[in-house]
């Protein structure tokens, strides 16, 4: 575990005989998680911060009606909760779960303040607090300033350029799509009809195809 540690760019320079210290004081654990766990649920209070050695996570944010809304995801090396950490607001917003199985590294925050002494730790720390927010501003950017359907088009034209063919397959549900978007299924199926119906796209099941506008 002491090892993993070291390895991760959040402690590569941090003295080796703090990081034994506050293992060996369990301030810091390692815990594993199943894919669709629920790691934090939303509205409890984040008394640290968690570290992704391996695996993936999506927050996303649950509506009365039932409804759920993507908002952000994590993958390896992503820090969780450090933008709570230290704030008179520390509950988490959004529920916090596995799309595959994960391995965190939970830090509490009597270790973060004994990191935080150390200026390399403080470097990726701080890095990490700012692309977090860099990729929330990005979010709220595309919910704010754009239409479904531009949201959509800047969609499928980076999977195109990334899957190089004019016919791309979708990498997610049509749910998810609605999810990452932010809309219902109903309104993404209706913008979905309208642009086949515009010869905009061709849809069949996960494969659309892009026409020339």
């Known amino acids: 575990m002491i090892e993993c540690l070291k390895n991760l760019p959040h402690f590569q320079g941090v003295d080796s005989k703090v990081i034994e210290r506050l293992v060996m004081n369990k301030q810091i654990l390692q815990r594993s998680y199943n894919k669709g766990v629920t790691v934090h649920e939303q509205y409890t209070e984040c008394y640290g911060m968690d570290i992704i050695l391996s695996g993936k996570l999506t927050a996303y ?7 759920e809304t ?74 704010t300033q754009k239409s479904l359907r531009e949201n959509l088009i800047d969609y499928f034209i980076a999977l195109s350029a990334i899957q190089k063919s ?33 010869r905009l796209i061709e849809i069949d099941n996960r494969e659309i195809t892009l026409f020339e506008p």
Not at 61 to 67: I, M, R, V
Not at 77 to 106: R, V
Not at 173 to 190: E, I, M, N, T
């Open 61 to 67: 944010s649950l509506a009365p009606n039932g409804s």
């Open 70 to 143: 993507i908002v952000f995801e994590f993958s390896k090396d992503n820090i969780i909760g450090a933008n709570l950490l230290f704030g008179e607001q520390n509950k988490y917003p959004m529920n916090i779960y596995c799309t595959a199985d994960c391995i965190l590294f939970h830090v509490s925050k009597a270790a973060v303040n004994e990191l935080l002494k150390e200026y390399s730790f403080v470097m990726q720390f701080v890095k990490s607090l700012s692309l977090n927010s860099q990729g929330m501003n990005k979010k709220i950017a595309m919910y």
């Open 166 to 198: 004019k016919t791309i397959t979708l990498p997610i549900s049509k749910k998810q799509l609605a999810d990452h978007f932010g809309v219902q299924r109903p309104s993404l199926f209706r913008e979905l009809k309208r642009m086949k119906d515009e």
